[in-house]
């Protein structure tokens, strides 16, 4: 089975929680930036996972066009979805403000899987913030590990259904 991750990130979180569900998936998976996704042929692929982070419930406006310049192959195709967001904050409120509400419907597999920050990643500005935001919390925010353990197990239930 052939599985694609298109993943956008600004703090590399996505990134990182991308690589980390690679890992746990028992397919091929394939690693995709959205800045690389320009001449991706989505039909070569056996489930599509699109993950994204957000900042201030917005996403990056080139995943946001990716995803509407592709949306009836992804609707048709096996589809998982997951946002790097607040945790406190609620699952579908936030899917809602990412992705369509067919997609959401259509998909697999939706989580979030919480988010960390990375004051050396990011431009000035963004690092500038990242360090704000951690002097501001007592609790520094982190990826939710167990919840990408348990994306990662349903998948692979997924798979092994499939090839059953």
Known sequence: MKIAIIYSTLIEDTKKSALLLKD???????????????????????????GVSTYNNKVQGSFKIYVSRNIKTLIEKPTALYVNSDENLDRKVKLNKVFTKELIESS??????????????????QKR?????LEKNENVPHLNENEIRNYANKINNLIKKRVD
Do not use: P, R
């Open 108 to 125: 697999i597999v939706c989580s979030n899987f919480g988010y960390e920050i990375n004051t050396d990643t990011g431009n000035f500005m």
């Open 24 to 50: 746990l998936i028992n397919a091929d998976v394939k690693l995709i930036s959205i800045e690389n996704v320009k001449d991706l042929c989505l039909l070569k692929y056996n489930l599509i996972i699109l």
């Open 129 to 133: 913030k990242s360090k704000k935001i």
